[in-house]
């Protein structure tokens, strides 16, 4: 992008399109322009461990699956020598006259996700990084970890000897938190998670027996699941030490790398290492900061986008917006939601343009093949080396010429490839296929891209079957290539046995109810709430409280100073004026009939029933502070919780003007064995509170006792901020908890410090106790929705990083506390994610079911009602009418597909669509077929 002009609603954006010299319209990918080119040069992708040729296709899957050349490495652009590629390139693909192309786009919003730079770890001299080959960037191990990397999986060093390592160490915040050496005070807050996860995938391929050990400062694990997983880690034997390693001393003889470090208790060991990896951070892109001073968008101290709490993806610039890691450092389920969030916000300020360009996709007559003679087509896919670097598929293609009924066999590098897709269109067409096999990936990913495929050629698209020679085969059994490939096969003839019985199956098309229902009247609740009505949505949001706000009622004020009760007072008074909005105070959900849609909820406020019909709904129930046992809480009123403390501040209470000494506990009801996950807000909520007392009384001792200090992303600013000030730390660990006694109008907090390794004992006006963000279990809301709950009490999304913002319940959307703790400005952006997710379901007129499911013939039904019984999502129900009533009959819309009815049902009534017996009964019989 080279400029932005104009204003919201209105801009023109000037864009750059660099030259690829290769004409996508006749590239077709062969790959013998590569094969040809004599100059090598290091591939980025793979983070420069090894070479590509200057003409190059960026990855395996990229999209288009086209060519590029390098124009600062190929020596017919750079010295008009060679021409290699254009020489033997089959289609006159190549052309070197290409140049740039510059475009104006005339848009009305603009969102910008320009990602983030790696941290290069060259600049310190002290890890030798560009001297030891053994020492490398956590990003270099992620593609020698990878099937798709320079060694394609294979764990060894850099250095010529190629071994395996026995013990390989990392060493985090490289580039991170550090203003000494670079100018990266903030925390990248993916480092601590993807180097436990590199380090557990470490010992998944070199075995238990491989040394794993990490060197960290703290510990940050505060995502879903994070803490467990980081628990886990330690069971599997990896080794965290507590320490900042400062210089890598070499061993010429063996390229071992030795290491010296203190530990906690002051000891000074040495120890030897075959790899050491840096953790390194994420910054902005110098481009990127440039971008953003040319746009006039303001950023942070950290060259970040400054966004607002209330407000966390929208840009100093009116109508251009902000996700991802240019927000600020995150990991990948943050950035999912951060970009359904900007397409939510972006879409809010162009709403009543919806549709006015929008240009109807043209629809192929379904060609009628009921009746006809099975005529199969096979594609069985190379997926570049992934399956063919141990299946011989040229050799399984041939076979699958043998086979019944199969009319075509093809054999593609990369099968999901756009031009493959419309290769294997062409091929349907043109052969007169009426059924089709796919032997390549997991069906999981791909199995909708295949069945767009189908419907493009006129064949309904479930006369479709995908087969997992990736997944099931070439990845399992990758030292065994000539058995993978006779598995190949098997599974291959299998597919085709079960495809030939297949029939073309309808989908019901529904009516959508263009209503939304939010649950839960919190910050997120509010927000999803009038995101929905800014893009002409009516909403209705069910409150259990006699009042909007949830917990931010009693928060004092954002980790960047912004005032929670006066932001809080204006979203209230916008929703009860907003006429798409309607507010239900102290209402509960006391049933849910209906589906994806076409909900039917009712709503008991203040004693009175009401049927809410509704086409989605949004979870935003929130959660609650855990009310402690241990600290003397409840003894004295010098003991507080966190938001006992931030009422305090709100209402300037007299108490404070008399601290002269206050304590913060850290993890009170967090990390233990009843709550073993971190609450997240907990430590930059008593940082923020902790410099509030000290702007009051500057002199006022502060001590906060913590286990790890989990001030992630730009919020390392204010741990910095709070030292600089005076605020005291003292670590303590979870066997040598702090001991507190109330002693009259003072409060004793006796603890080990953890640098004298000396008992001290604190006296102190005022104890705040950081408490544990707990989740409701509604469990009755659950199984209205039959929504999964996980074992902490927090509903589970349906995807931990693609679906973060949506259940496996079609309709139903999940946001805020309900899903996890989270700060504010998270909270906020994820309401605006589940709202842009709902949409997608809004937006539609009508939608349209699967068409495998279950069905039952009533004529063989028993009307035992065991399948009533049986099926999560209520899908049996008896008929009430007609000479088949008592008989059982599924509701196609709520059906799933599991197959527990027609495993269950004793009468043999209920049939599958798409696995009926037959077709599981074939399937069998080929097995056994050599």
């Known amino acids: 992008m080279i400029d932005i002009q104009g204003e919201a609603g209105n801009f023109e954006v000037t864009l750059n399109e660099r030259p690829r010299y290769v004409d996508e319209s006749k590239c077709i990918a062969c790959g013998l322009c590569a094969e040809k080119c004599p100059k090598k040069v290091t591939d980025p992708y793979n983070a420069n461990l090894i070479k590509r040729k200057a003409i190059y296709v960026e990855y395996d899957q990229a999209v288009p699956l086209k060519y590029a050349i390098d124009p600062d490495t190929c020596l017919k652009l750079t010295k008009d020598r060679c021409g290699n590629c254009e020489k033997v390139c089959p289609t006159g693909a190549i052309d070197y006259t290409m140049t740039a192309k510059e475009t104006r786009l005339n848009v009305g919003s603009v969102v910008l996700a ?27 191990f992620e593609r020698i970890l990878s099937a798709s990397g320079p060694t394609q999986g294979h764990l060894t060093r850099r250095s010529k000897d190629g071994e395996e390592p026995k013990k390989i160490a990392w060493f985090q915040c490289i580039g991170s938190r550090d203003i000494n050496r670079c100018d990266n005070g903030h925390c990248s807050s993916v480092c601590c998670m993807y180097a436990i996860k590199e380090a557990v995938m470490a010992k998944e391929h070199n075995g238990d027996d491989l040394d794993c050990a990490i060197f960290f400062m703290d510990m940050r694990t505060p995502g879903k699941d994070f803490e467990e997983y980081y628990e886990k880690s330690k069971d599997r034997g990896i080794r965290f030490v507590r320490s900042r390693v400062h210089t890598i001393n070499p061993i010429p003889e063996t390229d071992d790398l030795e290491v010296r470090y203190v530990t906690e208790d002051g000891r000074i060991e040495t120890e030897v290492f075959g790899m050491i990896v840096l953790s390194i951070g994420l910054q902005a892109a110098p481009e990127t900061v440039e971008l953003a001073k040319k746009l006039d968008i303001e950023l942070t101290p950290s060259n970040f986008a400054a966004t607002s709490a209330f407000n966390p993806v929208a840009t100093s610039r009116e109508g251009i917006y902000v996700c991802g890691a240019f927000q600020g450092p995150k990991d990948i389920p943050e950035s999912i939601v951060d970009a359904s969030a900007a397409a939510a916000a972006a879409g809010e300020s162009i709403a009543s343009a919806r549709n006015t360009l929008t240009k109807e996709a043209e629809m192929v007559t379904q060609l009628d093949v009921g009746g006809e003679r099975p005529k199969i087509g096979v594609f069985v896919c190379s997926c570049g080396t992934n399956i063919a670097g141990t299946v011989d598929v040229e050799a399984v293609a041939e076979y699958c010429k043998t086979l019944p009924y199969v009319e075509y066999v093809g054999n593609n590098l990369f099968s999901c490839s756009q031009d493959t897709q419309d290769k294997i269109a062409e091929t349907i067409k043109e052969k007169g296929l009426n059924r089709v096999v796919v032997a390549a990936c997991t069906p999981k990913t791909h199995e909708g891209l295949f069945q767009e495929t189908l419907l493009a050629a006129g064949l309904n698209k479930y006369l479709f079957e995908m087969t997992n020679i990736r997944n099931q085969d070439s990845w399992v059994h990758k030292d065994q290539p000539e058995m993978a490939t006779e598995k190949a096969k098997d599974l291959i003839r299998m597919s085709i046995a079960k495809v030939a019985l297949f029939q073309p199956l309808d989908e019901a098309e529904l009516q ?128 507080v919780t966190s938001l006992e403390m931030d009422e305090k501040l709100k209402a300037d209470d007299p108490i404070l003007s008399t601290v002269n000494s206050a304590v913060f506990i850290q993890c009170v009801g967090s990390r233990e064995p009843e709550r073993p996950f971190c609450s997240r807000v907990c430590c930059t909520h008593s940082i923020d509170n902790a410099l509030e007392i000290k702007r009051r009384n500057p002199l006022a001792n502060v001590y906060i006792l913590y286990r ?24 303590y660990d979870v066997e040598h908890k702090p001991v507190v006694a109330v002693n009259g109008d003072k409060v004793s907090i006796k603890t080990v410090d953890h640098v004298l390794r000396r008992d001290i004992e604190i006296e102190a006006d005022l104890l705040s106790l950081a408490t544990a963000v707990v989740p409701y279990r509604d469990e009755k809301i659950a199984q209205f929705f039959k929504l999964p709950m996980n074992d902490n009490g927090f509903f589970v999304e349906r995807h931990a990083k693609l679906g973060p913002s949506e259940f496996a319940t079609d309709g139903v959307f999940l946001c805020g506390m309900a899903h996890y703790p989270k700060p504010i400005d998270e909270a906020i952006g994820q309401a605006k994610a589940a709202a842009s997710r709902a949409i997608t379901l809004l937006a539609r007129e009508t939608i349209h079911t699967s068409g495998q499911v279950a069905h039952v013939n009533p004529t063989l039904c028993s009307s035992c009602g065991i399948c009533v019984s049986v099926c999560p999502y209520s899908a049996p129900s008896f008929m009430t009418e007609g000479r088949d009533a008592g008989k059982a009959q599924i509701n196609p819309v709520l059906c799933k597909g599991c197959g527990l009815c027609v495993g269950s049902c004793r009468s043999g009534a209920i049939r599958h669509r798409g696995f009926d017996n037959d077709q599981i009964m074939s399937q069998i019989f080929a097995m056994t077929e050599a």
């Open 114 to 140: 320009t990602g983030f730079k790696p941290f290069d770890p060259s600049v310190f001299d002290t890890y030798q990084y560009t001297k030891f080959p053994n020492v490398v960037t956590s990003l270099e």
């Open 512 to 639: 959508v109810n263009q209503t939304a229902m939010v649950l839960g009247g919190g910050l997120a609740g509010i927000t999803t709430a009038q995101s929905l009505s800014r893009q002409g949505y009516n909403t209705h949001i069910i409150e259990r409280d006699e009042k909007l706000g949830g917990n931010a009622n009693r928060i004092y004020r954002t980790a960047t100073g912004e005032n929670v009760a006066e932001k809080l007072a204006e979203l209230i008074d916008d929703v009860n004026k907003d006429e798409n909005i309607t507010v239900h105070l102290n209402a509960t959900l006391e049933g849910v009939e209906g589906f994806v849609g076409n909900f039917e909820s009712t709503i008991d406020s203040n004693g009175a029933e009401t049927v809410l019909k509704h086409g989605v709904a949004v979870m935003a129930t929130g959660a609650q502070p855990y009310t402690p046992t241990e600290y003397c809480y409840g003894t004295s009123d010098r003991i």
């Open 708 to 731: 790890d200090i989990r001030t992630y992303g730009e919020r390392e600013h204010l741990y910095r901020e709070a030292r600089e000030k005076g605020v005291i730390f003292i670590r």
